[in-house]
């Protein structure tokens, strides 16, 4: 497959390479598979069109969407395997591999992922690494920087363990920030008063707290919107800093 054209990236191709080397380790292919040592963005063989793929947007320290494309012997062989992704589906098998590739690039949080095949996404612009396997290309990684490729994948609801979260979307969660704690004695509490100041443990300026039902998931700067507050979000925190 010739490469295709116009997408627009602005990740390096080290950084693609890095994302490569974290995922290759659990894309379930038959061998072990290790990046592309000549990897340098452009990869001499392509995927073929029918290939099947899966992306997924990001956010975090870093924002865009991370692609993994297999080659149709890898898919085939993942499918025919008693322990390959069953009632899963293959974006679910593919899941830990494309969190390793997005939070190789810092604190990320994954969003809906969804199938492709090959021919529905356009990397010509973005770099792309491919993982081998005795030498062949078995798998293409790749990171998109901003939101172009998302026109590109299907927009069905998404596959795997996420199929069912739209079925939750009209739940609601209390939302609520936080700017800061103290603590004090009961002492000290029956002393509070009118024009009492309150010294919060955190310092003027520094980011507020977004927390969902009690967890921390996200932090920010507050803001006045139409003479309300509100929480301008700065960072996502990943699950091993909430």
């Not at 969804?114 to 996404?121: K, N, Q």
């Not at 069912?164 to 004695?185: F, K, N, P, Q, Y």
């Not at 998931?217 to 929480?231: H, I, W």
Request: avoid cysteine.
């Amino acid at each position: 497959m010739s490469a295709p054209t116009t997408t627009t990236a602005t990740f390096e191709v080290a950084e693609v390479a890095e994302a490569a080397r974290a995922a290759s380790g659990l894309v379930p292919a038959p061998g072990a598979l290790v990046v592309d040592p000549a990897a340098d963005g452009a990869p001499d063989v392509w995927p073929d069109p029918s290939a099947p793929a899966v992306a997924a947007p990001f956010s975090g320290a870093r924002s865009g969407l991370v692609v993994l494309v297999l080659d149709a012997a890898t898919s085939a062989a993942l499918a025919a395997d008693p322990a390959g992704p069953g009632s899963e589906g293959l974006a679910d098998a593919l899941r830990p591999a494309l969190e390793a590739a997005a939070g190789s690039l810092g604190p990320v949080a994954l969003g809906p992922l969804r199938t492709a095949t090959a021919a529905d996404l356009d990397l010509a612009s973005a770099p792309v690494v491919p993982l081998l396997a005795d030498g062949t290309a078995r798998a293409w990684v790749s990171l998109v920087a901003s939101g172009d490729l998302v026109a590109s994948v299907p927009t069905g609801a998404p596959l795997g363990g996420t199929a069912g979260l739209h079925l939750l979307r009209d739940v609601e969660m209390t939302l609520s920030v936080e700017i800061g704690r103290a603590r004090m004695t009961v002492a000290e509490l029956l002393t509070l008063a009118p024009g009492r100041v309150v010294e919060l443990d955190r310092a003027a300026g520094a980011p507020a707290d977004l927390l969902v039902n009690g967890r921390v998931v996200a932090r920010g700067e507050v803001v006045v919107v139409d003479e309300d507050f509100g929480l301008r979000v700065t960072e996502i925190l990943g699950s091993e800093q909430a």
